[in-house]
Nanobody, 123 residues
């Protein structure tokens, strides 16, 4: 079982940027797909972006967010630019083991989850 720890959340003004980090322990990143998800109050958890060999983005964040990974640090990052109030949510990273190059943005596919980090976009 993997352990995932998110960090980097906070309060930012509209149009601002944040970098979230997901530190992974318990196994090497190379055998796993890592996804970022978010959940706003009263809403279902939704997929934001994921990475395995390739990356995938939800249309709502495409061209604004960028996912990347550092194999040596076993860490996945989510760079968030041009933030909007509707990006406000708790952001979670999650993992599942796979040999497929493409990852999935279906939360039900993921086996291990972090505790989440709050992102608030407000003036």
């Amino acid at each position: 079982q993997l352990q995932l720890v998110e960090s980097g959340g906070g309060l930012v003004q509209p149009g601002g940027s944040l970098m979230l980090s997901c530190a992974v322990s318990g196994a090497a990143l190379g055998n796993y797909a890592i996804g970022w998800f978010r959940q706003a109050p009263g809403k279902e958890r939704e997929g934001v972006s994921c990475i395995r060999a390739w990356t995938k983005y939800d249309n709502s964040v495409k061209d604004r967010f960028a996912i990347s990974k550092d194999i040596g640090k076993n860490t996945v990052y989510l760079r968030m630019n041009s933030l909007k109030p509707e990006d406000t949510a708790v952001y979670y990273c999650a993992a599942y083991r796979t040999r497929q190059d493409m990852c999935l943005l279906n939360p039900g596919r993921y086996d291990d989850w972090g505790q989440g980090t709050q992102v608030t976009v407000s003036s």
